[in-house]
């Protein structure tokens, strides 16, 4: 298990800043993200909640890509798939599909499986056609609170009704 937050923070960085350009701030994006993001890993690496689970896929030893989940985060929709970033170099290798089934499968071996889902920003068309590809339905847009505490962005509850079709 890698226990480098600064890898996981500047994949994390780099990947809002690809993907939310032009949905968040410049500025925002453009400032205390990586120190946020590194702050916020190094909590979660140092100190995890007793449901998180984080999986990585290195290449060489290099962090290419993560996922990290909340076993039964909600009583609804049950375990939270709350990151998961792959290096723009790895996208479309499987790595994606490989750590969603391998959170899903954490999911189903901790009896957290059944229930499964994840926000994804309305306007990341890249990542919705992902997950619908891994089976998930898009349940409802609502706006959420952005990050930088300003500005919200439409946001997609995307659910797996039978997280067995991931694997």
Request: net charge negative; with cysteine; hydrophobic share 40%.
């Amino acid at each position: 298990m890698i226990t480098d937050a600064a890898q996981i923070a500047a994949l994390h960085t780099d990947s809002w800043r690809t993907y939310y350009r032009g949905i968040w701030t410049d500025n925002y994006l453009d400032n205390n993200l990586l120190t946020e993001h590194l702050i916020y890993w190094k909590n979660k690496l140092e100190h995890p909640e007793n449901n998180q689970k984080l999986r990585v896929a290195l290449d060489k030893n290099i962090l290419v890509g993560f996922a990290c989940l909340f076993l039964a985060d909600d009583a609804v929709y049950g375990t939270l798939l709350d990151n998961l970033h792959v290096n723009t170099t790895y996208h479309r290798s499987g790595i994606g599909k490989l750590l969603i089934k391998e959170v899903a499968r954490i999911g189903l071996e901790t009896g957290h499986g059944s229930e499964f889902y994840c926000w994804v920003l309305e306007q990341n068309f890249e990542a919705r056609k992902f997950y619908e590809k891994m089976g998930a339905i898009n349940k409802e847009v609502i706006p959420m609170e952005n990050p930088d505490g300003i500005t919200s962005s439409m946001t997609c509850r995307y659910i797996w009704l039978d997280v067995k079709s991931i694997l």
